[in-house]
């Protein structure tokens, strides 16, 4: 892409974001045809908006094809949360498993095994609410998405799992809550069965930043599916093994 389509681009999303107004699609000028143009988009974004990155959420197992949206400093928060729901309409949920780096990851980092992964990370489970710009989150087309952050709207993490060494995460067990009633009951469903693999297929990606900052938090997918709540809900996802993390959505 040009550089001033990827402008073009990323200050509809960034005016999206702070007005709260929703998005049919990216013009066909300003839309990204490759993942690394919607990268650019999401950096630029974040630049438009002056936010910091703090995290990523990432799919895919395979470092030639994985892809990632960027988690902003203001949308990663600590349990218990509480969110606005007019802040995020969508009011998608999902049950994730995130990891911490331990260091600065730097493009030498591209070489890593499965067990030095877990040598410079720390287990962290969170709740990623999704949330989109556009009117239509299942009918924008996937790379327009891609450009929005991925549809990350929020990032809600707890406190380490100091125990992790000792889980299986392959079957997991994980509960998601709707103010106290089930809404999902299920052991393992990762769509990647090992959490762990999004997350080493992004640091061993060419196309990642060369340095990732010690600190940052790269969420790895749903164990629970994409669950859709209200305003008002309280919603609470527990992990066996460690515990309950929630975010309450205001009216």
Do not use: C
Request: hydrophobic share 45%; charged share 20%; proline share 6%.
């Amino acid at each position: 892409m040009k550089r001033e389509d990827i402008q073009k681009a990323a200050a509809l999303l960034a005016k999206s974001r702070l007005e709260g107004r929703f998005l049919n699609e990216l013009p066909l000028e300003a839309r990204p045809i490759a993942f690394t143009d919607a990268v650019a988009i999401q950096t630029e974004t974040a630049r438009v908006l002056g936010e910091k990155i703090v995290g990523y959420k990432v799919t895919g197992v395979q470092p030639e094809t994985v892809t990632w949206g960027a988690i902003l400093a203001s949308r990663l928060l600590a349990h218990p949360a509480t969110m606005p729901a007019a802040s995020v309409p969508l009011l998608g949920v999902e049950a994730e498993i995130a990891y911490r780096l331990n260091i600065d990851l730097e493009a030498r980092h591209r070489l890593l095994t499965l067990n030095e992964f877990d040598e410079i990370t720390t287990v962290i489970p969170a709740i990623e609410v999704v949330d989109t710009r556009f009117l239509s989150y299942l009918d924008a087309p996937l790379m327009d998405r891609n450009a929005d952050f991925m549809s990350n709207g929020a990032l809600i993490v707890a406190d380490p799992w100091l125990s992790s060494e000792d889980t299986d995460f392959i079957k997991l067990p994980v509960t998601l809550e709707r103010s106290g009633v089930t809404v999902v009951e299920t052991v393992g469903g990762h769509p990647a069965v090992d959490p762990r693999l999004p997350a080493l297929a992004f640091f061993q990606s060419a196309d990642r930043p060369d340095r990732v900052a010690a600190g940052t938090i790269i969420t790895t997918g749903t164990y629970t599916g994409l669950n859709y709540f209200e305003p008002g809900d309280i919603v609470s996802a527990s992990f066996s093994g460690y515990g309950t993390l929630e975010v309450s959505f205001t009216r």
